[in-house]
Nanobody
Framework: QVQLVESGGGLVQAGGSLRLSCVAS????????IQWYRQVPGKRRELVAD???????GYAGSVKGRFTISRDNAKNTVYLQMNSLKPEDTGVYYC?????????WGQGTQVTVSS
C-alpha cells in the first residue's frame, strides 16, 4: 500500500513562489516515476511535471522554465518548486505514483494565485 501526502499549497500573488512537497510511504518510491498534476473545477486533471527514478524530468509547456521538479529518495519526497506564478496556475495540485498496474493519488493541495 502506498500513501501520498501533498503539502505546501496556499495563496500567493502573481509573480510569487511556492514549493509543494509530496511525501510517500512504501518501499517502491525510489524506483517509481512520480508525477504532479493540477486540476481546476470543470476541467480535466492535467500533467504538470514528472520525474523518473533516475531523475529525468519533464514539464508541460505552460510551466517550463518556471517550475522545477526534484526528488529526495532518502526522504521519500518529491518537490515542485513553482516560481513566477500566474493566475492560471491556480488549482488543486496532486502527486501520482504508478507502479505494477496500480496508481496512487494524494489528497491534493490547493494553490491560488491572485492577480
Amino acid at each position: 500500500q502506498v500513501q501520498l501526502v501533498e503539502s505546501g499549497g496556499g495563496l500567493v500573488q502573481a509573480g510569487g513562489s511556492l514549493r509543494l512537497s509530496c511525501v510517500a510511504s512504501g518501499q517502491i518510491f525510489s524506483s517509481s516515476t512520480i508525477q504532479w498534476y493540477r486540476q481546476v473545477p470543470g476541467k480535466r486533471r492535467e500533467l504538470v511535471a514528472d520525474i523518473t527514478s533516475g531523475g529525468t524530468t519533464g514539464y508541460a509547456g505552460s510551466v517550463k522554465g518556471r517550475f522545477t521538479i526534484s526528488r529526495d529518495n532518502a526522504k521519500n519526497t518529491v518537490y515542485l518548486q513553482m516560481n513566477s506564478l500566474k493566475p492560471e496556475d491556480t488549482g488543486v495540485y496532486y502527486c501520482y505514483l504508478g507502479s505494477s498496474g496500480y496508481g496512487y493519488w494524494g489528497q491534493g493541495t490547493q494553490v491560488t494565485v491572485s492577480s
